[in-house]
C-alpha cells in the first residue's frame, strides 16, 4: 500500500481529523452539561419511581428509571476516560471552530 501523500494527510486532517475533534469536543461539553443537571431527575429515578416513558412516536424501547440511571453512570464513565485521557488535549487543539454552547 502506498504512503499517502502530503495533500492527502492535509486532506484527512481537514475533513476527517478537525471536525472529527470538534464532535468530540462537542460531546463532552453536551454531556457534561447533562451531568450538571441530572440531580433532580436521578433522585426521581430511585427505587419505587413511579416515572414511565409516554413518549408515543415509536421508540423501539420505552426507557424505565434504571435506563435513566445507566445512562447517568455511562456519562460518568465516559466525563472521566477522555478527560484523564492524555491525547485529550491534542483533541481540544485541533478544534478550529470555537466550542458551541450547549442548549440543554
Known amino acids: 500500500m502506498p504512503i499517502a501523500t502530503d495533500q492527502q494527510v492535509q486532506q484527512y486532517v481537514n475533513e476527517r481529523v478537525r471536525p472529527r475533534c470538534e464532535q468530540v469536543r462537542a460531546l463532552l461539553i453536551a454531556i457534561k452539561d447533562d451531568k450538571a443537571s ?36 455511562f456519562i ?13 488535549p491534542i483533541v481540544a487543539k485541533a478544534c478550529v471552530r470555537p466550542a458551541a454552547i450547549v442548549q440543554g
Request: net charge negative; hydrophobic share 35%; charged share 20%.
Open 76 to 88: 460518568s464513565g465516559l466525563i472521566a476516560y477522555m478527560e484523564a485521557s492524555p491525547d485529550y
Open 38 to 73: 441530572i440531580d433532580d431527575v436521578y433522585a426521581a429515578t430511585g427505587e419505587g419511581s413511579m416515572w414511565t416513558d409516554v413518549r408515543n412516536d415509536g421508540p423501539p424501547h420505552l426507557l424505565v428509571p434504571s435506563d435513566v440511571r445507566a445512562y447517568n453512570a
